[in-house]
């Protein structure tokens, strides 16, 4: 063996004893745009980590929480890092499953995390999962409608200015709607909406003791004021309309309103998809004057499930995917305009970022008036604000979606929608040991 080969030999086995003792995380994610974007700048994570490689498991939403969380309840460690939301961080922190995040690093700046998604996170004060990125909802609408009929829209409109600019700006005859909302049945669909849209009206899902409140006046009123607005501005089939549906529709100039997530206000803005990008305004999601508007808060977050053997190297991934350092890569990238928004006040405060983003300031404003801890006029044992966390939720909040999306179709009366919400909803309650 000559000197050179020996030498070669050698190095190929330093390498390949490098990558033998590499740690190996298994993350799970979510299918869409910022998380594939955080796959494809993962090298710049690994060159700084070499000691540590990333594997990743990217499934449909469904699919994600589905196989989490059953990973999750049985500590089966096939992940070491979770992408998970705001509805289960506070639900799986109680249970124990997840590993408080303690050790993101001297210069992550855990205070520049907004309050109010940070609270979301945040059980006993200890921070159980890192926001990716956040979202509120807040009004987008049409500019040159509202001009030709002489309103101005109010940066923080009420719901009855909004349901008579609904019907004021409607012309059904030419395919205009007033007003989209969701209809589609489901607790992330028309739940998300109308949960949100109650707290405005002073309802809540249940009182002080866990009793279903759908048999309340405010949900009556909350109820009644969605089906007929939509009666009477909205589109047709709007009982199968969810988040894309409505989009779609606003893209085509066929929405003068849209109260949806803040996140689309870069969608219904770009010239390359929206008919009307250069007359779309934003607004506050409405109130009542009762102290809540009716707008949600969301945050798709990265978390450690406790049954992970690697817990050190798997915040030191989340510290990178989560930091102002890994906005400022995605900034360099690909654009202002791309990171991952709703997180880190600096952002909303780089010029940079308002420039590329005209709707930065009412997105941040939405996200910083929705508080997941006190998400009601009346007070409630639960914490979430177009959610209830408790691991109930998801199977009643469809449940009642399917009803109240019936009331919307007019397949039931909304008092008749309201009863069977109230049993429904009581009897899961008792059976699940809430109510004595």
Known sequence: MTFKSGLLGMCSLLVMSGFANAETLTIATVNNGDMIRMQKLTDDFTA????????????????????????????????????????????????????????LGADYDVNDLLPAI????TIDGKLYAAPFYGESSMVMYRKDLFDKAGLKMPDAPTWDFVAEAARKITDKKNEIYGICLRGKAGWGENMAFLTATANSFGARWFDEKWHAQFDQPEWKKALTFYVNLMKDAGPPGASSNGFNENLALFQSGKCGMWIDATVAASFVSDPKTSKVANEVGYALAPD????????????????????????????K???????????ALVAQKDGWA??????????????EYQKAAPFAKMTLDSINSADPTKPTVKPVPYVGVQFVAIPEFQGIGTAVGQQFSAALAGQKSVDDALAAAQALTTREMTKAGYIK
């Open 48 to 103: 700084k980590n070499p000691d540590i490689k990333v594997e990743w498991v990217t499934l449909e939403e469904n699919v994600l929480r589905q196989k989490v969380t059953t990973d999750i309840a049985t500590k089966g460690g096939q992940f070491d890092v979770l992408t998970i939301g705001t509805y289960e961080v506070p639900i799986w922190a109680k249970q124990g499953w997840l590993v408080p995040l303690d050790k």
């Open 118 to 121: 940070r609270s979301g996170l």
């Open 288 to 315: 009542n004057g009762l102290g809540k508007r009716g707008n949600w808060l969301w945050a798709w977050t990265l978390a450690v499930p406790a049954g992970s053997k690697k817990v050190d190297a798997a915040e």
């Open 317 to 327: 991934f989340i510290s990178w995917a989560t930091s102002k350092e890994y906005l």
């Open 338 to 351: 791309n990171v991952p928004p709703g997180t880190r006040t600096s952002l909303y405060a780089n010029p």
